[in-house]
């Protein structure tokens, strides 16, 4: 484990350069956060019909969503791309680890440090002034954070499987914006997943794009009960398990259709 531990300490060293970025994200996300709060409190105040949430915890899961916003897999890494499409990756096939294992830890880096960078002020500003409630008990936050950290493995395989998709694409815009569209629906960014139709419900909680974000926000406001954390986790495990096995399989096939002159 110890090569894995280091690419990833050294890939967090660098994505801690990227400060500035850290700051535009963060006001960005403000921004669209309250727009979306805005519009849900718009909606709230014009109809008088039973609803799923209530405006306060919509409110929050809003911020929740803006908070935890780089935990969805919609991001390419460029320098990935790169290496597949000029031939670098065969340096990466010298090197004595597993490919896989090595961006993997690459990836894992890349999604913790810009999010955390983002979402801790998001918190301190959030919680006191925008309407973000604090967590519904100490065992809601404990379970929101372990289902946040499945999340995150989740996310990371899925981001895994899509940058090796690469060996058959000429370029990966195209795999990233589909992406992106189904994990922004499905994942409730911006539409809290309970307020979709009844009909869609059981679609939406068989999807991976759940264990995202849906599952730690109604956790962290008590929508789901504590004790229904193992279950949940279950289901972020297996999803986990089912990217990973097709990674490694889809990484199989895509290094045999690499060609290194003298090899």
Not at 42 to 54: E, Q
Not at 176 to 190: A, D, N
Not at 213 to 238: H, T
Request: aromatic fraction near 14%; proline fraction near 7%.
């Amino acid at each position: 484990m110890k090569p894995y531990w280091a690419v990833f300490k050294t890939r967090c060293a660098v994505m801690l350069q990227y400060r500035t970025a850290a700051v535009a994200g963060f006001c960005t996300q403000l921004f669209w956060g309250l727009i979306l709060v805005m519009l849900y409190q718009a909606l709230y105040h014009s109809s008088s019909g039973p609803k799923p949430m209530t405006l306060p915890q919509v409110i929050s899961y809003i911020w929740l969503g803006q908070a935890m916003l780089l935990v969805l897999p919609w991001s390419n890494d460029r320098d990935v791309m790169q290496m597949i499409r000029d031939g670098g990756v065969g340096y990466e096939l010298i090197r004595p680890v597993r490919l896989y294992g090595m961006w993997y830890s690459r990836f894992l880096a890349t999604k913790v440090v810009p999010m955390t960078m983002r979402s801790i002020p998001i918190f301190l500003i959030a919680i006191p002034l925008l309407g973000l409630q604090p967590p519904a008990s100490a065992a809601a936050a404990i379970a929101f954070a372990i289902a946040m950290l499945f999340g995150i493995l989740l996310s990371t395989s899925i981001v895994v499987c899509m940058n090796i998709l690469f060996f058959w694409t000429v370029s990966g815009e195209g795999l990233s914006q589909m992406l992106m569209v189904f994990t922004f629906l499905f994942s409730g960014t911006y539409i809290p997943l309970p307020l979709l139709p009844d009909w869609s419900q059981p679609i939406v909680s068989f999807l991976p794009f759940r264990g995202l974000m849906d599952i730690p926000f109604r956790l962290y406001l008590g929508q789901l009960p504590v004790r229904e954390l193992p279950r949940l986790m279950q289901g972020q495990c297996l999803w986990i398990i089912f990217f990973v096995l097709a990674g490694h399989l889809l990484l199989r096939r895509g290094l045999k259709l690499v060609v290194i002159q003298g090899g």
